[in-house]
C-alpha cells in the first residue's frame, strides 16, 4: 500500500491506470494492493480463482512503476501537493489544498501516476516525466475543461488527503469532487441520473447525501473500500445466490400474540459490508442474532455486481429467524429523490424497475429506505411506484432521518395485481441517545419497556401490537447499559432487549412481521394470495 500518504496515492493511481488499459484492451494484468486486511485477503483468493489467474507477480511500487512505463501504460506523472493531514478529513477543512483530487482526473485523462512535491526526484530517477501540475487549477476549472472527456456514469466524493478509491476513478475517468459547493450541483446535475456516486462526502451526512439523492442518485458508501477495479471485474464468474426463501404459509396466522422485530440499521453501506460485518460475532456473525429475530439492511444488489463474493457469503450466513432488506438501492431518499429533475416520476419509475430485477434475481421480499419526511406526499408517490414496479414485494420498511423512529404507522399501496403492499415505519429505535424529541429511541432496558407498555396497553383494548424496532449498528451501550452483554453494540443490545419483554411478545423476522401485517389488515385479499 505504500510506506505514507504519498506512497499510498502513488500506488492507487498505478493500479488504476493497470485496470483502465485492461478495460481499453491495452493490457492483460491487474494490480493488487495488499492492505492487510484479512477480508480482503479472502476476496482476492477467491477472485483469483474464479478469473482462472495462473501467474501471481509480487513487487514493489517503483518496480511497478517501471513495468507499466516500459508497456506504455504509464505515460509520465501529474504534479499535486499532499493535503493535510487533518484530524477528520471528512470535515470542511479550512484551508484544505483540492489538488489531489484535480491530479487525480488528470491521472485518468493523460496516463500520469500520481507524484507529491515530495516523490518528484523519486518519480525522475525512474524515467518519469511532468505531464501536468495541478497544483495551480481549481477542481472546478478541471471540470468545465473536461467534462466531455470524462465518463458521466458515475463520480466519486472523496476528500483530497483520503487514497481509497483513486484507482477506481482512475480506470473509469471519473470526476472528483469534495465539499465545494461550487462544483457539487454541476457535477451531479451532470453525471447521468440514476448513477452511483461512490464514496462519502464532507461535513453533514445529511447535506451532501441528500443532494446526491436530489438529482437522482444514490451514495454507495465505498469511502474505505480497496481494491474495487480487481474485485469488481470478477462480475458473473462468481455466479450471485438467491437467499433461502421464506414460505409464509408456515406461519401460524392464528397465534394472537403481539410480534416484534428487530432490523440492523446501515446495510447500505458497502465497505462496511465488505469488511468483517458478515463474520463479525457483534453482527451477522453472532449466535443469537437469528434467535432475536434480528433481520438486516443489506446492500445486495451493489454487492451482487460489485463483489459478488461477499454477497454469496453473506447469503449463506442468513440465519433462520431473520430476514434480508434491499435498503434503498443505495442510500437515497425516496421523498428528494430527483427533484431536480424535471421527469422525477419516471426516473423513480426506471430505478424502481432496476433494483427489482436484482431483487428477484436474489431472492429478497423486502425493500426498506431512509425518507426526508415518510409522510410527504413525495414519499408516497416514490411508494406508490416501487409497489407497481416491485411486483414481488411482501412489503416495506421505512425510517426517517430524524427522528429514525416514528409512530410505527402502515402506509397502504396497491400494486399493479390489486395487492395491497403496506409500508410500515419504525416505532422504536435502539439507539445510545437521550433526546427529548425521540421519545421512543434509547437504550435496550428503555426500549422495552416501551414495548411491553404498548402491549399492556393494546391488551386492554383486546388488541395486540404488530412493530419493528431499528437497531443502530454504530451504538455502543457499554456505558449506558451496563447489564448488557459485551461487546455492547450490534446483537447484544438487541439479546438484552428481548430478554425484557413480557412473554406475550413474541420475536419475528422482518418478513414474518410484514406478513402477519397483511393478514392483520387484509385478511380476505392474503389469504387469496397464500392460497389458504
Known sequence: LGQTPAEAMLVESLSGLAAQAVNEGRFDTMVWIETGNASYKTLFEESVEALGIKEIRRMEIDELAVLLRKRGILRGYVLYRMDGPWANPYASNPGTDYSANVATVYASLLQGALIDESLVARARSLGLRELKDARHETAAECFERNRDRLCRKSALSIP???HNLRDYAIAHRLMLYADQKELIDPVLEWVEPLSPILGWGCGDEYDFTSLIARWGHYNTATNWCMNLPFISSVGEAAHPVQV?????????FDDRSSFHAFVMSDGDNMQWSMDSYGESPMYMGGKGAGEAGLSWTLCP??????????WNKMAARRQAGSSFLEYGGGYQYPDIFAVNRPNRAELLREFARRINYHMERLGIRIFGFICFDVASPEAQEAFQIYAEEMPGLTGMLAVQYFPYELDGKVYWHRNRAGIDIPVVTARYSLWNEVN???PRAGVPEFVASMVNRDVLAAGEEGDRILQWTIVHAWS?????SPLTPRPAIGVNPVLRT???LLP?????SAEELLWRIRMEYRPEQTRNVLNL
Do not use: M, W
Open 498 to 500: 428481548q430478554s425484557l
Open 504 to 508: 406475550s411478545v413474541k420475536p419475528a
Open 476 to 480: 455502543d451501550f457499554a456505558e449506558s
Open 436 to 438: 427529548a424529541h425521540r
Open 244 to 252: 433461502e426463501a421464506f414460505d409464509p404459509r408456515t406461519i401460524d
Open 160 to 162: 483530497p488527503s483520503v
Open 301 to 310: 444488489t451493489e454487492l451482487s455486481i460489485v463483489s459478488p463474493f461477499t
